[in-house]
């Protein structure tokens, strides 16, 4: 059973800091590209952050120099560390491969609000 678990969020002020932790269960996930995506309030749902299996890496240009996607194929485990936080970084967070279209989990709520 292909399963995703995400974790992590909370409330963070201005500036502040998470780190996101995505669990994934599923062979499938330990050799496909995998993403980050979130969803604001009344917004569609965007990519965030991508990584291959290799480690390259490509990043919505709002959150380049500030987020970090990385993951540990040995671990089933696929990471987003998130700095200097904004306000319209609120959204939900979702992890995924790329390109999905379903499989989805119940996603991690991330707030930034001072």
């Known amino acids: 059973q292909v399963q995703l678990v995400e974790s992590g969020g909370g409330l963070v002020l201005p500036g502040g800091s998470l780190r996101l932790s995505c669990t994934t269960s599923?062979?499938?996930?330990?050799?496909?590209?995998m993403a980050w995506y979130r969803q604001a309030p009344g917004k569609q749902r965007e990519l965030v952050a991508s990584?291959?299996?290799?480690?390259?890496?490509n990043y919505l240009d709002s959150v380049k120099g500030r987020f970090t996607i990385s993951r540990e194929n040995a671990k089933n485990m696929v990471y987003l560390q998130m700095n200097s936080l904004r306000p319209s970084d609120t959204a939900v967070y979702f992890c995924?491969?790329?390109?999905?279209?379903?499989?989805w989990g119940q996603g991690t709520q991330v707030t930034v609000s001072s």
């Open positions: 599923g062979r499938i996930y330990e050799v496909a590209p």
């Open positions: 990584i291959t299996r290799y480690g390259n890496t």
């Open positions: 995924n491969i790329v390109n999905a279209v379903n499989g």
